[in-house]
């Protein structure tokens, strides 16, 4: 097994410098340098101010104290960190495709095939790369391919290392995570690249919860782990609203079948959908992997999962406009939440998204509080989502520090994303400064039923009426 002294990311995104921070601090003897050719996010990367990092994940901002300058290092010059690094971690977005073949349900690799292309002209010593974005099956293959027949005839490894991070945790997942996968090829040379990435990771992981394979069977599993996580969410959700039309209770039916060892319970809490960056475009890859073979059973069953999560954010947004007496247009929506998840900024596919977008569509007036996420997010998300004048958009929404403000004569409040503060906000004082009648929808579950009946709220929440 040969050590290495340092390691190349290319791409300061939601992965790359989490991941890195975290093997900067436990591997101290080893020079670990992210690049990315965005100049401004490597600026916040490097800025004094630890409290504007491009990424917000709890634990985050101590490590990068503790490590940047050290043996961490944030830099836009991407050929010298190649040229440099004997490993380097390939963490660039891949986005699902918006045009051609497999538009709407591939991934789009242009940015992958473009960093195997500038590692072949750069490298000039033997270098192990390593795959850590999220990508089809027999991706390596490819870029083994453009690595071998473009480079300079130095000897490349392709490595599949997925990771497993959820948002608002990625630290601590990292720190202490169930297992890590590393797939390569089943060759001498293969397994050695495969025992150096382990080497790295057994600095703070047990040699056990390392996990090898080939470059396939790694690829295939961050797919599937995604989709059996997405696929309860959703199954969850079904069931949601089946307890609206009876006298079943959502909560207690998750709580009851989640005692079941052969189910448990996480991710049986019903919600308004998932989000992130993940759930939605794996799935949708694995759909476009499964048609690719001619297995159209298979993909039906899985596209099943993104149909009922779009059904359960619509249905969210429509029970707000019924119980509002079927018309929203000029009522004031205060929406708490616009990232996906709590303790993350990211909003890719947040669910708050579509609420607002169909909430607007009924010329709502929506207030939006959120305490990570910035006010120039928030617009350029609604515009990416639909071709509404970018003007409409900023007339009918408005940005909010403070949710006692958003709260002020709402005619209801919506919560999307489960932030701790909103449980612990003064109720009495919102409802006292909202209009009446005032309803709170809680899209999260994040909130006691009792105590909202005791300060006087219609109450919704889903999978109770």
Same mark, same amino acid.
């Given at each position: 097994?040969?050590?290495?002294?340092?390691?190349?990311?290319?791409?300061?995104?939601?992965?790359?410098?989490?991941?890195?921070?975290?093997?900067?601090?436990?591997?101290?003897?080893?020079?670990?340098?992210?690049?990315?050719?965005?100049?401004?996010?490597?600026?916040?990367?490097?800025?004094?101010?630890?409290?504007?990092?491009?990424?917000?994940?709890?634990?985050?901002?101590?490590?990068?104290?503790?490590?940047?300058?050290?043996?961490?290092?944030?830099?836009?010059?991407?050929?010298?960190?190649?040229?440099?690094?004997?490993?380097?971690?390939?963490?660039?977005?891949?986005?699902?495709?918006?045009?051609?073949?497999?538009? @709407?349900?591939?991934?789009?690799?242009?940015?992958?095939?473009?960093?195997?292309?500038?590692?072949?002209?750069?490298?000039?010593? &033997?270098?192990?790369?390593?795959?850590?974005?999220?990508?089809?099956?027999?991706?390596?293959?490819?870029?083994?391919?453009?690595?071998?027949?473009?480079?300079?005839?130095?000897?490349?490894?392709?490595?599949?290392?997925?990771?497993?991070?959820?948002?608002?945790?990625?630290?601590?997942?990292?720190?202490?995570?169930?297992?890590?996968?590393?797939?390569? =090829?089943?060759?001498?040379?293969?397994?050695?690249?495969?025992?150096?990435?382990?080497?790295?990771?057994?600095?703070?992981?047990?040699?056990?919860?390392?996990?090898?394979?080939?470059?396939?069977?790694?690829?295939?599993?961050?797919?599937?782990?995604?989709?059996?996580?997405?696929?309860?969410? %959703?199954?969850?959700?079904?069931?949601?609203?089946?307890?609206?039309?009876?006298?079943?209770?959502?909560?207690?039916?998750?709580?009851?079948?989640?005692?079941?060892? $052969?189910?448990?319970?996480?991710?049986?809490?019903?919600?308004?959908?998932?989000?992130?960056?993940?759930?939605?475009?794996?799935?949708?890859?694995?759909?476009?992997?499964?048609?690719?073979?001619?297995?159209?059973?298979?993909?039906? *069953?899985?596209?099943?999962?993104? !149909?009922?999560?779009?059904?359960?954010?619509? $249905?969210?947004?429509?029970?707000?406009?019924?119980?509002?007496?079927?018309?929203?247009?000029?009522?004031? !929506?205060?929406?708490?939440?616009?990232?996906?998840?709590?303790?993350?900024?990211?909003?890719?596919? %947040?669910?708050?998204?579509?609420?607002? &977008?169909?909430?607007?569509?009924? =010329?709502?007036?929506?207030?939006?509080?959120?305490?990570?996420?910035?006010?120039?997010?928030? *617009?350029?998300?609604?515009?990416?989502?639909?071709?509404?004048?970018?003007?409409?958009?900023?007339?009918?929404?408005?940005?909010?520090?403070?949710?006692?403000?958003?709260?002020?004569?709402?005619?209801?409040?919506?919560?999307?994303?489960?932030?701790?503060?909103?449980?612990?906000? &003064?109720?009495?004082?919102?409802?006292?400064?909202?209009?009446?009648?005032?309803?709170?929808?809680? @899209?999260? $579950?994040?909130?006691?039923?009792?105590?909202?009946?005791?300060?006087?709220?219609?109450?919704?929440? !889903?999978?109770?009426?």
């Amino acid at each position: 097994m040969n050590k290495v002294n340092q390691i190349c990311c290319i791409g300061a995104g939601y992965v790359g410098g989490p991941t890195m921070a975290v093997i900067a601090k436990q591997c101290p003897n080893i020079k670990v340098t992210v690049v990315d050719i965005n100049q401004k996010r490597i600026d916040q990367w490097n800025a004094d101010d630890l409290d504007n990092l491009p990424i917000y994940e709890p634990g985050l901002k101590e490590i990068i104290a503790e490590t940047r300058d050290r043996n961490l290092f944030f830099s836009t010059n991407v050929d010298k960190a190649i040229e440099d690094a004997e490993m380097i971690f390939i963490s660039v977005n891949t986005p699902t495709k918006t045009y051609g073949k497999g538009k @709407g349900q591939a991934s789009d690799l242009k940015y992958i095939e473009l960093c195997a292309r500038n590692i072949a002209k750069v490298a000039k010593t &033997d270098k192990i790369v390593v795959e850590k974005s999220t990508l089809p099956v027999r991706t390596a293959e490819a870029i083994k391919s453009i690595l071998d027949n473009t480079g300079n005839g130095v000897q490349f490894e392709i490595l599949s290392n997925p990771e497993f991070l959820a948002e608002g945790t990625a630290v601590e997942d990292l720190l202490a995570a169930d297992r890590v996968l590393i797939g390569g =090829q089943e060759t001498p040379s293969g397994q050695a690249a495969k025992d150096t990435l382990s080497w790295v990771y057994e600095h703070w992981l047990p040699k056990e919860r390392v996990l090898q394979t080939n470059v396939w069977s790694s690829e295939l599993s961050k797919l599937v782990a995604n989709a059996f996580l997405a696929q309860r969410v %959703s199954s969850i959700n079904s069931i949601s609203a089946l307890c609206e039309k009876t006298d079943a209770n959502v909560a207690e039916v998750s709580r009851a079948i989640g005692f079941d060892s $052969r189910i448990g319970s996480k991710f049986l809490n019903s919600s308004v959908g998932f989000g992130g960056s993940c759930f939605q475009k794996d799935i949708l890859n694995l759909v476009y992997i499964a048609k690719s073979f001619g297995l159209n059973e298979v993909a039906d *069953y899985w596209e099943q999962v993104i !149909i009922m999560n779009d059904y359960q954010k619509r $249905r969210f947004a429509e029970n707000i406009i019924s119980t509002l007496y079927n018309t929203v247009s000029g009522k004031k !929506i205060a929406l708490y939440g616009w990232a996906f998840k709590k303790d993350t900024n990211d909003t890719r596919e %947040s669910a708050a998204i579509y609420v607002a &977008d169909l909430l607007l569509e009924e =010329q709502a007036e929506i207030i939006v509080y959120d305490p990570k996420v910035k006010e120039d997010t928030i *617009y350029n998300d609604l515009d990416y989502l639909n071709s509404r004048d970018p003007k409409e958009n900023r007339r009918l929404l408005k940005v909010v520090n403070d949710p006692m403000e958003a709260a002020n004569d709402a005619h209801a409040i919506a919560i999307l994303t489960e932030w701790d503060e909103f449980k612990t906000l &003064d109720w009495n004082k919102i409802y006292s400064e909202m209009l009446k009648p005032a309803f709170v929808f809680d @899209g999260r $579950r994040i909130l006691e039923r009792e105590k909202m009946d005791e300060i006087g709220f219609k109450f919704y929440r !889903i999978g109770e009426s």
